[in-house]
Each structure stands twice: as C-alpha cells, then as structure tokens.
C-alpha cells in the first residue's frame, strides 16, 4: 500500500465548531506531516510528527491541535477556526528523517 | 539555509511541444531535490527526485531533470506535451536529513490544443 488518505474530503464549519481531519498511511513511514495550502501557493508545513512525537510546530496558532495515535494516523483538530483558515490541507509521510514525501489527496476546509 | 526560485508562475506550450519548466535553488549543504505535480483540488504527487549519484533523472509521465551544480539549476523537461500534463508544478529542496521540505512557489503549465 503506497497510499496516504485523508478524511474528511471536504469539511465546512463554523467559527465556533470543533472538527477533526484525519490521515492514514500504512507504509510504515515514521514521520508525518500536516501542510496548509492556499489557493496559487505552494504547501505551507504547519507541523511534523517523528516516531509519533511532535518534532516541529511551525508556530501554528493554538486552535490548530495535532495528534498522532500510532505510527499509522495523524489527526488535526480544530477549535474556533476563523474564515482566513480556509484552505486545503495536506498530509504527508515519509521515512523518519528522509524527505522524499507521500502526499494525501488532502482536505478542503471551508470556515464560515 | 534552503530556497527555491521558479522562474515563470505561468507557462503555455502547444501540445506536442516541449516542456521546460525552470527551478534554480540555493543550499549550503548538498541538495536533495524534487518535483512533485498537483492537479486541480487534488494533493502532490511526486514526479521525480535527485538525491545523489546520476545527474538526469527520469521520472513518470515522461517527464525528466537534470541537476546542474555549476548553475545551481533543476529544470524540469519534456520532449512533448500532452493535454494531461495541464497541472501546477512544484519544484522543492532538502537536506539529506532533517524532515523539511522548501518549496517553490509553483509553475502553473497550461497546454493548448
């Protein structure tokens, strides 16, 4: 299995909701990725799991939580999003310190 | 520290033509690079990657890169393009080690019939 998915494909919530995005790969990848991308820019890396720990938080506002279960999930929490945290987001793995990454087909989250 | 430069947010070919897509990168360890393709509302999906050893390197979909040292250059090429190769393309930089991709920011390719 070659593959990363993502789910939900397409999320809409409100300011005050709280939602989730999830990510699954089973490449036996140790590191784990989450990526913001806007509309016309490249991927924006908003945090990196290594060996299911936090290993770089790219001063991501709080109201983004991430969390790694196994080393096979990433999940991304949402809490009071605001309309500029639209965007889709990405997932990616790869072998623990190596960059070659594998990207999911992402989630478009829309903020009302 | 690492940077990419794309040179040309939009470039139009005929089909059948050939495509020549420009990266130049700046890194003060040996580059690891990469270009990766996104179609619309989708996510990216890797195309090919120079680490070390062979300069040209070929890819999926036809599509290869030659690593250029002396011109700190990354150009990706193909000899004909095809309808299908319409997407955006990122060309990106890493070290060997340390978990951190630096993109460009991206080439959007529109092919005419």
């Known amino acids: 299995d070659t593959e990363v998915t993502q789910t939900p494909k397409h999320l809409v919530m409100g300011m005050t909701n709280k939602k989730s995005l999830k990510c699954e790969q089973h490449?036996?990848?140790?590191?784990m990725y989450w990526y913001k991308q806007k509309a016309k820019k490249p991927p924006e890396l908003m945090f990196v799991y290594s060996y299911e720990k936090l290993s770089i938080n790219e001063s991501v506002p709080s109201r983004f939580s991430p969390e790694c279960p196994n080393s096979s999930l990433l999940n991304l929490h949402l809490h009071a999003l605001q309309p500029e945290d639209s965007a889709l987001y990405l997932c990616?793995?790869?072998?623990?310190?190596?960059?070659?990454?594998?990207f999911g087909p992402g989630t478009r989250l829309t903020v009302l | 520290a690492q940077s990419v430069t794309q040179l040309g947010s939009h470039v139009s070919v005929s089909e059948g033509a050939l495509v020549l897509l420009r990266c130049n990168y700046s890194s003060s360890v040996p580059p690891y690079l990469f270009w990766y393709v996104q179609y619309p509302n989708q996510g990216l999906q890797l195309l090919l990657k120079y680490t070390t050893g062979a300069t040209l390197v070929k890819g999926i979909n036809g599509f290869e890169a030659e690593f250029k040292k002396s011109e700190t250059s990354f150009h990706l090429t193909k000899p004909s393009a095809h309808m299908s190769d319409a997407a955006e393309y990122f060309c990106?930089?890493?070290?060997?080690?340390?978990?951190?991709?630096?993109f460009g920011a991206g080439t959007i390719l529109r092919v005419k019939s």
């Open positions: 990616a793995s790869s072998q623990a310190g190596l960059n070659e990454q594998f």
């Open positions: 490449m036996g990848h140790r590191a």
């Open positions: 990106a930089v890493s070290a060997l080690y340390g978990n951190k991709l630096v």
